[in-house]
């Protein structure tokens, strides 16, 4: 019995000094490794890049950055699509755990400044080269109250995709150049192709809803109209989307329904491509992202600029980076990534594997990307339309001016009389808005 008892002790004694030198041999290593990477910023970036193709590109471009930067060590982490994200970063500023870069729509800027959660990046860019190269249409989705809040990671902007097979069983030499043109091609797109009394083809179909896809895509027409969401700057006065040139667009829009040659899209789904693909609408207003879809489906297609009133308009999409606050030593770092992501390598690259167009002037003037636009013609319309394109205001209640724009939006295609709906929808802004952004 006192044999057996000794021996288990004995066996018990060899696992704790199993354990033991385990767990001095975890502290050791674990010393070597932060003695190791003592000196190595590890940076966190949260994003939302889709689909995921672009995100390997982006990890592609990230892990060279690391390889070459090996000081600093930038970690993406997808945290869901933009409007998936606000309650996460809030959270994250409250709890004091931000991220180290954020990537988003420049449109969440004046409210990240409010909130005291970013750094300015005026002081920072206004020494670097690197602001000549970036396209000047993009400014006005950086700049608020004097201050530079993000700088652009990708761009692009929306035109009209268009059949030209249907076009030309319809006897349409030509693309709409204006307003009046385009009401005519639309009715004579819009066909019954089987007979049954009822057109089953129709000339365009238009965003139902009052999301952000809504007034992206009607915004070109707002500002093409003459109108201007603000009388006067946006830090100085409130915004006036109850003005003529919205109630043209709205009355475009609704002119084009009520004639039966506009279809509308399923609520908040006016991205999807499906009764284009199908030949079920002959037009349809979205942008360069859509290219690899289409090429995919081997339909015929091709691009042409949003027709004009008064001026020729275009409205700035993609994504910004922002610079939040943490120390100054993983802001100072933090820089360096966004000077990488600025420049026209990594700019060539991503817009070479994803469809965006370059934020970088040298990039696009590059013989790469020059050679990729010679094998992807449609391109050169979103090109040449980023000289007219405007930039959504970046103020703290953007949501709102959003939110009540497309609310009159959706009224105007659902029946209601498009001065109406402005009134109504203006009313609303005026009550709600922090006029104190």
């Not at 959270?91 to 800027?109: E, F, K, R, S």
């Not at 002081?123 to 190269?133: I, N, V």
């Not at 993983?330 to 990594?346: C, D, P, T």
């Amino acid at each position: 019995m006192i044999s057996s008892l000794f021996k288990t002790i004995k066996i018990q004694f060899k696992l704790i000094l199993c354990l033991f030198l385990t767990l001095n041999l975890l502290i050791l290593i674990g010393c070597q490794n932060t003695s190791k990477n003592s000196d190595t910023i590890e940076l966190t970036l949260w994003h939302g890049i889709n689909p995921p193709p672009n995100r390997d590109v982006f990890q592609t471009l990230t892990d060279k950055f690391n390889q070459t930067h090996p000081h600093i060590q930038v970690n993406p982490i997808y945290i869901g699509q933009p409007d998936q994200q606000m309650p996460k970063i809030l959270t994250a500023i409250v709890g004091n755990t931000p991220p180290d870069l954020l990537w988003n729509v420049p449109t969440i800027g004046g409210k990240l400044a409010e909130l005291n959660a970013i750094q300015p990046l005026e002081a920072w860019l206004d020494k670097s080269p690197l602001k000549a190269e970036i396209y000047p249409a993009l400014f006005e989705s950086m700049e608020l109250d004097g201050h530079t809040w993000s700088v652009p990671l990708a761009t692009n902007n929306a035109a009209i995709f268009y059949r030209p097979s249907l076009f030309k069983a319809a006897g349409i030499e030509q693309v709409p150049q204006n307003w009046a043109q385009l009401k005519q091609v639309a009715r004579s797109l819009t066909k019954d192709t089987n007979g049954d009394g009822r057109p089953d083809q129709h000339g365009i179909v238009l965003s139902l809803g009052k999301g952000e896809w809504t007034v992206f895509t009607w915004l070109p027409f707002m500002f093409s109209a003459g109108g201007e969401l603000f009388a006067a700057s946006p830090q100085t006065s409130v915004p006036q989307i109850d003005n003529p040139g919205a109630l043209a667009a709205l009355e475009l829009w609704s002119d084009l329904l009520t004639e039966g040659s506009a279809i509308l899209s399923a609520p908040e789904r006016g991205y999807e491509l499906d009764n284009f693909i199908a030949g079920k609408v002959a037009m349809q207003i979205t942008g360069p992202w859509t290219i690899t879809q289409l090429q995919q489906s081997a339909i015929d297609y091709a691009v042409m600029p949003i027709p004009a009133l008064k001026r020729p308009a275009a409205v700035v999409g993609g994504e910004n980076l922002f610079l939040m606050k943490t120390s100054p030593e993983r802001e100072k770092a933090a820089l360096e990534f966004l000077e990488y992501a600025i420049g026209e390598e990594f700019q060539t690259a991503w817009a070479l594997g994803t469809g965006y167009l370059p934020i970088n002037l040298k990039s696009r003037q590059s013989k790469a990307y020059q050679s990729f636009v010679e094998k992807n013609p449609v391109l050169r319309v979103f090109l040449e339309q980023m000289n007219s394109a405007r930039s959504r205001p970046i103020i703290s209640g953007y949501s709102r001016l959003s939110e009540n724009a497309g609310r009159a939006i959706e009224a105007t295609l659902l029946g209601q009389n498009p001065q109406d709906a402005l009134k109504e929808a203006q009313k609303r802004l005026t009550l709600t808005l922090d006029i104190t952004k």
